[in-house]
């Protein structure tokens, strides 16, 4: 998959930048950059891409994502067109050596070096952590001059030491920015999540890409390490976790609203992807909201 390189702007006063989003479209493109991301999610969900994994997200999700890994954040499609309150995060974008080449090879700051260097394959953190980090994060944002610095540090270093820390992207995932790609991945992103709801033909995406089916195939598979039928599975299963949270929907129903056509296929693809039935999915978030 070839990303976009993206040229994080923030202004030469400052080692780092840290900025409030408030738009949906907060790098809705498949890119990557050289700054290690933070980012705190504080209203709106939808479905995250980082490095080879995929899932959805929501508010008090803060996650890492190191230097140069693809990645990027799809909002559902109610936040494109809201009328309301719109969503909401902060982002920061940091060098590896901000605080100076030898910082991170002192003994002290060993387990900072150990984060970001987790951090090459995505980290995610929730609930009781990621609250405290939530308030780092936001004293990153307040503060000025030394205590920027400082607050980013504290950040860093709570979340080094987070017991509960999700790894997003696999090992063996590869990436390579030799020539650049976006136009077509981006099209044939933005077409499946257009179309996932009903039945994808390879003919069409293959043809959205400006391919024959057959080298389609091999495309996506080269570019992504996962068959493009694996690739829209995962998206399905993605929506069909939002809808189970939402319970608004029977199983069956979330089943075919979330693209297949098969009931007991959906649950032996949702309990592959999630190590849960699709009820058991359910009860364990609601008994979570009950705690």
């Not at 899932?55 to 990645?71: E, K, Q, T, Y």
């Not at 979340?159 to 790609?181: N, P, Q, R, W």
Request: net charge neutral; charged share 25%; aromatic share 14%.
């Amino acid at each position: 998959m070839k990303p976009l390189l993206l040229k994080v702007p923030y202004g030469i006063e400052h080692s780092f930048g840290v900025r409030k989003e408030t738009a949906p479209n907060i790098n809705d493109r498949w890119h990557y950059h050289p700054e290690i991301e933070i980012v705190h999610f504080y209203r709106g969900y939808g479905t995250q891409f980082i490095g080879d994994h995929i899932s959805r997200f929501g508010p008090g999700d803060i996650a890492l994502v190191g230097s140069n890994l693809p990645h990027f954040w799809k909002f559902d499609d109610l936040f494109y067109h809201h009328d309301g309150q719109g969503p909401y995060a902060t982002v920061i974008h940091f060098f590896e050596h901000f605080l100076g080449e030898r910082f991170l090879h002192l003994p002290e700051a060993r387990h900072v070096r150990a984060l970001l260097e987790r951090a090459k394959r995505g980290l995610l953190i929730r609930g009781s952590d990621a609250e405290k980090i939530g308030d780092l994060i936001e004293d990153t944002y307040q503060s000025q001059g030394l205590y920027k610095i400082l607050s980013l540090l504290s950040c860093l270093i709570e979340f080094s030491a987070c017991d509960d820390i999700v790894t997003l992207s696999s090992l063996g995932f590869k990436y390579d920015f030799h020539e650049l790609e976006n136009k077509r991945i981006n099209a044939i992103y933005n077409y499946t999540f257009s179309n996932f709801q009903k039945k994808i033909k390879l003919d069409d995406v293959a043809a959205i890409a400006g391919m024959v089916t057959n080298s389609f195939c091999r495309y996506f598979k080269h570019r992504t390490g996962k068959t493009y039928s694996d690739f829209l599975t995962e998206i399905r299963i993605a929506y069909a976790c939002k809808l189970l949270i939402s319970n608004q929907m029977s199983v069956k129903q979330i089943c075919f609203e979330s693209g297949f056509n098969n009931f007991s296929c959906f649950h032996e693809y949702f309990k592959k992807a999630t190590g849960k039935t699709p009820m058991g999915y359910q009860m364990e978030y609601e008994k979570g909201l009950a705690l």
